[in-house]
Nanobody
Framework: QVQLVESGGGLVQAGGSLRLSCAAS????????MGWFRQAPGKERELVTA??????????FYADSVKGRFTTSRDNAKNTVYLQMNSLKPEDTAVYYC????????????WGQGTQVTVSS
């Protein structure tokens, strides 16, 4: 059983930056591709970024809405994945969730509890 714990959310003004972290425990971190999802009030949860087990740039996905502003990375030695969010916009306001998917799988195996990000205009 893998546990995922997000941190780093908060309130920031438009144009500001935040860095989210997701610490994993209870499993072999490098066996999982990791993703960040977000869910705004009244909207469906959407995939923001995903990163392969190795963290290679060619295997990293970004939603069009965050390309050029968000960067995801991982440190397998620390069992942690990061989401650096720059040039934040009010429309980035949402609960951000960390997720883990076993390499080779097609579904999310584990979710974090979420962290609130609020961007004021």
């Amino acid at each position: 059983q893998v546990q995922l714990v997000e941190s780093g959310g908060g309130l920031v003004q438009a144009g500001g930056s935040l860095r989210l972290s997701c610490a994993a425990s209870g499993g072999t971190f490098s066996s999982y591709a990791m993703g960040w999802f977000r869910q705004a009030p009244g909207k469906e949860r959407e995939l923001v970024t995903a990163i392969s087990w190795s963290g290679g740039g060619e295997n990293t996905f970004y939603a069009d809405s965050v390309k050029g502003r968000f960067t995801t990375s991982r440190d397998n030695a620390k069992n942690t994945v990061y989401l650096q969010m720059n040039s934040l916009k009010p429309e980035d306001t949402a609960v951000y969730y960390c997720a883990a998917s076993l390499v080779g799988g097609t579904s999310i195996d584990y979710w974090g509890q979420g962290t609130q990000v609020t961007v004021s205009s």
